[in-house]
């Protein structure tokens, strides 16, 4: 049984709409995917309806912009309720963070000569709900000053280049609270990768346990085999489901193909276990919360 729980579809920075992505989950061989666009859940309701017409499980999730002690962490939350009160007044932020973070962005391309306007971007990031770093990528791509999105971020994009902008990212603690009020399971996404590294040491992981996280992403892209038999073994001790996937962008994203990086079955079978319990806990307390739940077939 081949897993992949963690991509991104044009509802945030991928290029395939949720059901094309889908589809090629189901053409790819995989069993079950998970849809986890950036800060939004609008994408679920085509992936679930395509992968029910392609026969592969489909599992709802989220990766939200968080921020820990003045880093950048993401975190993977499965089977929320979006609509939950709380949870989504945390989202809107994030995605307002993005949009007002566009025309400073513009600003520092158009000091540098690049003639690029925010309706350039916002052509380009069409079916998305908020504009990401990417989608100002793909806009110089089509202005012919980078070649690929890659290029994009290492001369203007990323921290330390002349076009980057911070922006705002939930605070990780209390997203972890509002994860569990809002009826899902948090996994933090590549702990190891470039962003997050220097803030997720395992002290900092074990902490999150502490406050409830129940997942780290072992399997990852950018995570080394290294990386990754190190994270497995601290994973383990911490009690924590160890996940993979490969964080497709459809073509925004090389080296990134759907089922590059799987989670085993067995943590399949802990993550859904964990996000049977967290829905029922939450409906407990709060019966208006609605947990989006897995649909495995
Ligand atoms: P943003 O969320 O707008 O700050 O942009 C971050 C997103 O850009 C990440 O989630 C990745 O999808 C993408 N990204 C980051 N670094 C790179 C890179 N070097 N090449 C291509 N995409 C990248
Ligand atoms: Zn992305
Ligand atoms: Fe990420
Ligand atoms: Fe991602």
Same mark, same amino acid.
């Given at each position: 049984m081949r897993v992949d729980l963690h991509t991104h579809s044009h509802r945030s920075d991928g290029t395939d709409s949720?059901? +094309? =992505? !889908? %589809?090629?989950?189901?053409? #790819?061989?995989l069993d079950v !995917? $998970? =849809?986890? /666009?950036? /800060? +939004? +859940? /609008?994408?679920?309701? #085509?992936?679930?309806? +395509?992968?029910? *017409?392609?026969?592969?499980?489909?599992?709802?999730?989220?990766? !939200?912009?968080?921020s820990l002690d003045d880093g950048t962490v993401h975190l993977l939350a499965y089977g929320v309720d979006p609509a939950h009160p709380g949870l989504a007044t945390e989202l809107g932020r994030v995605l307002q963070g993005r949009a007002r973070r566009l025309p400073?962005?513009?600003?520092? =391309? %158009?000091g540098l000569g690049i003639e690029i306007t925010e309706a350039d971007v916002r052509a380009v990031s069409g079916e998305a709900v908020a504009p990401g770093r990417p989608h100002v990528a793909d806009a110089l791509i089509g202005a012919g000053v980078v070649g690929d999105r890659r290029e994009a971020f290492v001369r203007f994009l990323m921290p330390g280049r002349p076009a980057y902008v911070p922006r705002y990212g $939930?605070?990780?603690? *209390?997203m972890l609270a509002l994860v569990a009020a809002a009826g899902g399971v948090a996994v933090v996404a590549h702990p190891w990768s470039r962003g997050s590294r220097r803030v997720l040491s395992p002290g900092a992981l074990a902490e999150l346990a502490r406050l409830g996280l129940t997942g780290v992403e072992v399997w990852h892209r950018d995570q080394s085999e290294r990386d990754s038999r190190e994270l497995s073994a601290l994973a383990r001790d911490l009690g924590q489901v160890q996940t993979g996937g490969s964080d497709y962008h459809g073509l925004g994203k090389v080296d990134h193909d759907l089922g590059c990086r799987t989670t085993?079955? /067995?943590q399949l079978e802990r993550l859904l276990a964990a996000m049977d319990s967290a829905a029922q806990q939450a409906r407990a307390s709060d019966p208006s919360v609605r947990p989006a739940g897995a649909d495995l077939r």
């Open positions: 949720p059901a +094309a =992505l !889908v %589809r090629a989950a189901a053409a #790819a061989g !995917v $998970a =849809l986890t /666009d950036h /800060d +939004a +859940a /609008d994408g679920w309701g #085509a992936a679930q309806r +395509a992968a029910g *017409e392609s026969g592969v499980g489909f599992v709802p999730g989220i990766e !939200v912009s968080c400073g962005v513009v600003r520092r =391309l %158009r $939930a605070p990780l603690r *209390e085993p079955p /067995d």
